[in-house]
C-alpha cells in the first residue's frame, strides 16, 4: 500500500496545482508522477487521468480545462483507495453509524450462527412463482434465498414475495440497505446474487 507520508506528499502538491489560476507543465509533470506511483496500488486509479496527462503532453502554462480540475479533485478523492490496505484483517464483530435524510441510526454486525441448507441442484423451478429457470441457473442469474433455506428463485420480486412465508424470516439475519438506487436497485440485486 502507499506509504502514509508519500500520500500526504501527493495531496499537498495536488492541493497546491487547484489553487493556482494557471498551471506551470514541470508542475503539473511532477505532480502526475506522484500521482501514477500512487496509483500502481490500485491501477483502476489511472483512468482517472486522462486529461491531466493531455496538458502535461502539450507542454506549455495555461489555465487548466474544467475537465482536467475535475479528474485532480477526483484523484485527490480517490487517493485514499491507494493507502487502504485491502488485506487487513476484518474484526469478528462490526458497527456503522450514519446521518442521514431519514434520521441518523447505527447498527452492530457479527457473526450469526444460523443452519444453512445447501440449494437443490436438481430445482429447475422458481421456488416461488414455479417459472423454468434453466436458462437463468446457466448463467448464473437465479437467485438463492438469502435467508439460507435453501430455495431458488428467478428475480428480486420472487425473493420478496417468498421472504414472508420462508421458514427462515424468524432467524435473526444481518442487514444490508441500499438508499437513493433508483428503480434498477442494482446493489440490492448483486447482494441476491
Known amino acids: 500500500m502507499l506509504q502514509e507520508t508519500k500520500m500526504k506528499w501527493d495531496v499537498g ?4 496545482l487547484l489553487s493556482q489560476a494557471n498551471w506551470n507543465p514541470r508542475e503539473v509533470a511532477s505532480t502526475i508522477g506522484r500521482l501514477v506511483f500512487a ?16 496538458f502535461v503532453r502539450h507542454w506549455k502554462e495555461g489555465k487548466p480545462t474544467a475537465t482536467q480540475v475535475d479528474e485532480l ?3 485527490l478523492a480517490l487517493l485514499p483507495l491507494a493507502f487502504t490496505n485491502v488485506r487487513a484483517c476484518v474484526y469478528g464483530k462490526l458497527s ?29 423451478a422458481c421456488g416461488q412463482c414455479r417459472g423454468d429457470m434453466t436458462e437463468l441457473m446457466a448463467s448464473g442469474e437465479d437467485v438463492e434465498c438469502p435467508l439460507h433455506c435453501g430455495t431458488r428463485l428467478c428475480s428480486m420480486e420472487c425473493f ?9 424470516a424468524a432467524k435473526p439475519l444481518p ?12 446493489l440490492t440485486k448483486a447482494m441476491l446474487q
Not at 496509483?39 to 493531455?54: G, H, N, S, T, Y
Not at 420478496?160 to 427462515?168: D, F
Not at 442487514?175 to 442494482?186: A, C, I, M, V, Y
Request: charged share 20%; aromatic share 6%; net charge neutral.
Open 39 to 54: 496509483a500502481a496500488f490500485r491501477r483502476p486509479l489511472l483512468a482517472v487521468m486522462d486529461e491531466l496527462f493531455q
Open 13 to 16: 502538491m495536488a492541493a497546491y
Open 73 to 75: 479533485v477526483s484523484m
Open 96 to 124: 456503522a453509524t450514519d446521518a442521514s435524510p431519514t434520521g441518523a441510526g447505527s447498527c452492530i454486525a457479527g457473526q450469526l450462527k444460523r443452519p444453512r441448507d445447501v440449494p437443490n441442484p436438481k430445482q429447475l
Open 160 to 168: 420478496l414475495e417468498h421472504r414472508s412465508s420462508c421458514e427462515n
Open 175 to 186: 442487514l444490508f440497505s441500499e438508499r437513493w438506487s433508483g428503480e434498477q436497485s442494482p
